[in-house]
């Protein structure tokens, strides 16, 4: 099978386009609005970029009837957006504050989460999640879609502040993925958790290059 998604339709009943790209990290991102409204909602389109200084980007499509995402708003305005771990033990609530709501909702209260305060930025983060990130606010690059919601602004950010919970923090100083269980996404409706590693070294790396994969600080 195989197609050009530009001129013909798809010969499968569903696109296989985004079951491709998978396992996706997914950006579950709180920011504020300048009313001081919270907004919480996952984004499957979300990565680091480099690590010296980190910095992460999201993607957000818009919605169907051409309005933009209020966390670009809100991380434009206010200058701020915090990623938030989504885990396995969170998924009802990382899909809960996936709704369409209006911005004059609480995700925070409609997905039944506690909000624990920033360091820098303003608005919360998820309490219940094992790890975030305080990113300030760099820029947008608007994509052109085929429709309204084919639309897509592409945010990046720089992370100023990390915060990770204890209890997930291995005897060696590292995250404990398999008991954290990070939720993915998938294609379709499909969802996965990360509960099994291996470590695998590139041969014959330098010390420098071992330190910048390892993470080694």
């Given at each position: 099978m195989e197609y050009s998604p530009q001129s013909e339709k798809c010969p499968l009943p569903y696109s296989p386009f985004k079951a491709c790209t998978v396992p996706r990290p997914i950006g579950w991102l709180s920011t504020v609005s300048l009313d001081g409204i919270s907004n919480l909602a996952p984004y499957s389109q979300w990565q680091n970029l480099?690590?010296?200084?980190?910095?992460?980007?999201?993607?957000?499509?818009?919605?169907?009837?051409?309005?933009?995402?209020?966390?670009?708003?809100?991380?434009?305005?206010?200058g701020w957006f915090v990623w938030n771990m989504a885990t396995y033990d969170l998924r009802d609530a990382v899909n809960i504050s996936a709704m369409e709501l209006l911005s004059s909702e609480d995700e925070f209260d409609r997905a039944g989460v506690t909000k624990a305060p920033c360091h820098f930025a303003p608005g919360s983060r998820v309490a219940e999640s094992p790890a975030h990130f305080e990113c300030k606010y760099l820029s947008t690059h608007r994509l052109r879609g085929n429709s309204n919601h084919g639309w897509v602004e592409v945010v990046y950010g720089e992370v100023m502040r990390i915060h990770v919970d204890d209890k997930v923090i291995s005897s060696e100083g590292k995250l404990d993925i398999p008991k954290i269980r990070p939720l993915a996404r998938l294609g379709y409706y499909d969802y996965a958790y990360i509960d099994k590693t291996f470590e695998m070294h590139i041969p014959g790396a330098s010390n420098k290059a071992v330190e910048g994969l390892e993470g080694k600080s």
């Open positions: 480099t690590f010296d200084p980190p910095m992460v980007m999201f993607a957000a499509n818009q919605l169907s009837d051409g309005r933009r995402k209020d966390t670009v708003i809100n991380a434009e305005e206010t």
